[in-house]
């Protein structure tokens, strides 16, 4: 990370490497297309291309390495003998090998060159951060229009550079205020001012944009105004420092024109380094080592390649198959010397039937023409497998738009297709109604697909109902907009949407339950919905029902509830006169105490059983016995032991 908060570091190493592999790639790709076209032999001059590319955007070690990989490239296909890493001419391996040292010079002077433009820009940089440093300049500077302003803008002080810059002598331009140096837009959005607030309140502000000179024209400026204060801190006036920056337009042109001289220099080393490479013929080494990386990197792509689960291959336009991965060729149990350079449709997979290989025969006629061909077709496996594949033939163009290759691919949707099955199977013996619709203008409803059950409700065959609209198929006009209404909020809420309404068929009123969704896939600017229907008649009958039996048993409530109401009444009164007895008998209990206690005799009560449970006062102040432990059978010790046992049970029987 430098000081300007950019980040400088170099691109990581695969980045570097994959660029050499890329513009190797490519070149060699122009060059076995135009190689045709060439009379002359020049095996080498496109790859420098891909040397410089790769060293301008991924450095020396990716220029290196485009290097390599285009001098093995050109040994192996471009060179006699082809297809041979090993050269017969003495010149050949010259040539070679010159080529090799010339991509590495070109490499590192690129290097270099890259390494100055940064530099450069990094002093452009610093420059310009050490302009903005220094801001106060004294009268006696060159160069630069500095003045002073008061505190309103005023313009106070003026020297000879800023009457060179601006053309105001000091008499015209000292007391007038500073905006006059602004043009006109300028001064209406108030930037004079705002600038001014701003470099009172940050300290300086420093911008750039155009002037006014006295006599109208214009040029581009960089000022700085930046804050007086005095030693107290108060404000005492603005000091402004401007600069003509045509002069940095005239830097950068002397730049590019260095850039040129250096590109110059850069062709003449570039020409004694060829001279000096001739001399050199036993780099026997290097070439070995660059044959081993470019065989990686074969075997990098051919893993990639058969380790895809897709069926894979490469033909010509003619329908020549010169290409397979692992996986097609294990589907049917074959050897890539089974199907290679053979015709495609005698391969195994396509054995399956004559007309699935006439078919495949068009389809790369049709491929070769230009066209993208896609189709379902079942194809033969190893042990007369049968899948079903999504099959598709791409053709690859040249620079000129002429088809130079084929490349089919298949993937196995074997299970894709049995899962539509079953939902098929599913949509057609479901007793519910379901099925696909459009809006057609927001006005009627186009039946897509209706399963048996929505047929047979209708009166009609699942043949018959596809394609037709609603209104066709008898639907009144309020059914038809109630439907359109509700699958229009579905669309719009994207949720599903439930409602039930009265249908009339032939079998009289029928209750439906239907749901409507939006399906996310549209076609063209047509919305497509599902809907699923349930006759609810049933239970909308066993709900008038319920309705009839809760009415009637609501009745029987209110009747109950009254006639309870007339024995609370009753009960009611019974027991105010039960209370009412019970207030007077224990009216009656408190005068018969207050005559038992005030009689002189002794006054007593027993229950049935002859258990005492009343005595009076008087009772206690003769026998000594309290009333309460007298209670029951205590009243016995009263009595004398002779006569106790006789008197105790003449109380009995009594």
Known sequence: MNRTGKDNSPPSSILQYGVAFLTVGIVLGVKLLLEPLLDVEIPFLLFFTAVIVSALYGGIKAGFLATILSALVSDYLFLSPTNSVFAVSIGQNIR????????????????????????IKLGKQALKESEARYRLLVESVKDYAIFFLDLKGAVVSWNQSAQNLQGYRSEEIIGRHFSCFYPEEDIAEGKPDRYLQIAATEGYIENEGWRVRQDGSRFWANAIITALRDEKGNLTGFSKLMRDLSERKQAEDSLQQLNSNLEFRIQERTAQLTAANRELQQQIEERRKAEIALQKSEELFRVIFNQTFQFIGLMQPDGIL?????????????????????????????????????????????????????????????????????????????????????????????????????????????PMMMGIVELIEDRDILHIADNPATAKFFGSEVEEMRNRRGSEMGSPEQHIQEWIRYYQEADRTQAPVRFEYPHNNSEGERWLSATVSSIPVKLGNRSRFAYIVEDITERKQAEAQIRQLNAELEQRVQRRTAQLQIEVIQRERALQELQETEEALRHSEQQFRMVAESMPQIVWTALPDGAVDYYNQRWTEFSGIPQVAGHNWGWQPVLHEEDKQRTVDAWKVQ
Do not use: C, M
């Not at 991509?103 to 530099?119: D, P, R, W, Y």
């Not at 449709?345 to 699935?356: F, N």
């Open 96 to 119: 070679l090998i010159l080529f090799v040292l010339e991509g590495l010079f070109i490499s590192k002077i690129i290097h270099q060159l890259t390494t100055a433009n940064q530099k």
């Open 322 to 430: 010169i290409e397979a991965n692992e996986t097609a060729l294990n589907f049917a149990g074959l050897q890539r010397e089974d199907v290679l350079d053979r015709p495609f449709w005698e391969a195994r997979w396509w054995t399956i039937s004559p007309e699935t290989q006439a078919r495949l025969k068009q389809a790369i006629q049709r491929a070769a023409n230009g066209e993208f061909i896609r189709y379902e077709v079942d194809v033969l496996g190893v042990g007369d497998t049968v899948v079903t594949i999504d099959f598709s033939i791409k053709p690859v163009r040249n620079e000129t738009g002429e088809v130079v290759l084929l490349i089919p691919e298949g993937r196995d949707i074997s299970q894709l297709k049995q899962a539509e099955q079953t939902l098929q199977s599913f949509f057609d013996a479901a």
